[in-house]
């Protein structure tokens, strides 16, 4: 009896083809129709336990094939993210300027934006080196800083002012005035959403001046943390 189930199972495994996947092998092949499957159990119980196996064995050929299909479809879906992911990459992380002494830009009689010169990275050329601003290529959430720093090359008492902006509008200030040294500096960071085409700079107060060399005392770098169009 064991014996005529054991070939009865070869011959289900080995001796039929399979539509989307068989055991031995992914070929794509038509089985022909067997109209005494539903009979067999009516002759013996070898006969019997064979029709199960074969039945059994197209159940699970039926559920690995969904299981597949399924995986191939997480898959393609999670590359389709992750191409996404680095095409729209972008960040950039800059310097006031890259001077073996200490260069000073301002004071001026006016506001003026500050054009960070010297370029650590630019992760999808998004920042202008000559203008200072980084125009947002994509919109999501980004991370914005700024430092800026400032010293008297004749040791007086010192002054920082500046402004994060937002498409001419201030975000967050940049002030140190204690007038108590020769040195002042200050940080801010934000998180925030831009749209696509908004423009983020650094402007420099009337006033004011900062000053900076090799040290690089004075940064300004953005990223973007993921892709929303809303906040």
Known sequence: MKAIVLLCLLHA???QEQ???SWHGP????????PNLNIMCTNDQAE???CLMQKQMARMEEFFNMTVKEM???LMHSKMTLNYIKNNRTAFSVALNNERSLTCFGPFSDDRGVPFKHAFL?????YNVQTGIFTVPYSGVYNLAATVYSRSLLDLPQATCALLQLNGVAVAPLVEKNGLDSEDS?????VTHLKAGDQVSVNLQKGCNICDDTTHYNTFTGFMLYAAEKA
Request: aromatic letters at 6%.
């Open 186 to 190: 200050n940080t801010v960071v934000v």
């Open 27 to 34: 070929v794509l092949t038509t089985p022909p129709a067997d």
């Open 122 to 126: 630019n992760l999808g050329n998004s």
């Open 13 to 15: 495994v080995f001796g």
């Open 48 to 50: 019997c336990g064979c």
């Open 72 to 74: 191939s479809q997480q």
């Open 19 to 21: 539509t989307q996947f």
